[in-house]
């Protein structure tokens, strides 16, 4: 059974920061593509950064246009977990945070359907 659980959630004021965990079970950590997500009220999930498997060439990142600068996505292969530093945080920002997994090819597009297993959501807020 593969489990995804996410922590770190909280609430904050705008500027703040927060860093999320996600700690997998039941999978290879190592050779699965780590996301994370996001769905406010009323809108679509979206996805917000994901790492890549180890490589020859190392591990290669993407992020969504929106948090670029601002939130860095990261891997403790010794810890099994993937991490989520979000900094000067706004209050758009503001919503269910999701770690997923995935071997899928078309990974970098950040894609909600290449996606495979999710965690629950940890929430997150941010005030003005």
């Known amino acids: 059974l593969v489990q995804l659980v996410e922590s770190g959630g909280g609430s904050v004021q705008a500027g703040g920061s927060l860093r999320l965990s996600c700690a997998p079970s039941?999978?290879?950590?190592?050779?699965?593509?780590m996301g994370w997500f996001r769905q406010a009220p009323g809108k679509e999930r979206e996805g917000v950064a994901a790492?890549?498997?180890?490589?020859?060439?190392?591990?290669?990142?993407t992020y969504a246009d929106s948090v670029k600068g601002r939130f860095t996505v990261s891997k403790d292969n010794a810890n099994n977990t993937a991490y989520l530093q979000m900094n000067s945080l706004k209050p758009e920002d503001t919503a269910m945070y999701y770690c997923?997994?995935?071997?899928?090819?078309?990974?970098?597009?950040?894609?909600?359907?290449?996606?495979?297993?999710w965690g629950q959501g940890t929430q997150v807020t941010v005030s003005s």
């Open positions: 997923a997994a995935t071997r899928r090819y078309n990974w970098y597009s950040l894609d909600v359907s290449a996606f495979d297993y």
């Open positions: 039941g999978l290879a950590y190592g050779t699965y593509v």
């Open positions: 790492i890549s498997s180890m490589s020859i060439s190392g591990l290669t990142t």
